[in-house]
Structures are given as C-alpha cells and as structure tokens.
C-alpha cells in the first residue's frame, strides 16, 4: 500500500504560481509511475501530468504545457507540481496518483492504483 498525502494548495491571483506537493509513504515510490490530475465543481477529473518512475519522462495538457513542471525526489519519497503563470480556468482540486507501471494509458484516471485525497487551488482574476 501506498499512502498519497498532497499539499501546497491556495489562493493565488491570477499570474501567480504555487508549487504542490505529494508526500508518499507506506512504499518507496521510486518504482512507480506518478501523475497529477485535477477536478473542478461539476467537471470530471482530467488528466494534468505524468512523470515515469526515474523522471526522465514527462508528458503534460496542453493546457498546461510551458505553465506547470512535474518532477520527483525520490530519496524524499516526493512528487511536485511547479504551477507558474496560473489562470483562474486552473481552480480546482488537485489529485496526485501513482502507478505500479508504464503503460501509454497514463491520461486516463483507471490506470493508477493509489490517489491522494486532493489540495485545493483557487486562482483568483
């Protein structure tokens, strides 16, 4: 088991960044593939980044390509979410998730086996 426990959340104006954090423990998450999903009021959760288990991959939204930046400590056993240049489209609750392994289904919500319980972001106009 791996327990997922995400932090970092806020309120930020808009043009303003924030940097999430997941704290993993339980297992070493070195193993893992990692990704961070968002949920806004009455939307599905969608798919914001993945990160492959030594980091040396990375795939983003569109959305946030060129804004946001995954990456992983995983001596600290922890992921990150660098938020920069934020919009108020990006207010929502922010999931990270962690997969026992690869598969190109990594946008989709089904392919992770542990999730956190979500930090909310606010990005006031």
């Known amino acids: 088991q791996v327990q997922l426990v995400e932090s970092g959340g806020g309120l930020v104006q808009a043009g303003g960044s924030l940097r999430l954090s997941c704290a993993a423990s339980g297992r070493t998450i070195s193993s893992y593939y990692m990704g961070w999903f968002r949920q806004a009021p009455g939307k599905e959760r969608e798919f914001v980044a993945h990160i492959s288990d030594i980091g040396g991959t990375v795939y983003y939204t569109p959305s946030v390509k060129g804004r946001f930046t995954i990456s992983r400590d995983n001596p600290k056993n922890t992921l990150y979410l660098q938020m920069n240049s934020l919009k108020p489209e990006d207010t929502a609750k922010y999931y990270c998730?962690?997969?026992?392994?690869?598969?190109?289904?990594?946008?989709?919500?089904?392919?992770?086996?542990?999730w956190g319980q979500g930090t909310q972001v606010t990005v006031s106009s």
């Open positions: 998730a962690a997969a026992r392994g690869y598969s190109t289904y990594y946008v989709d919500s089904g392919y992770y086996d542990y």
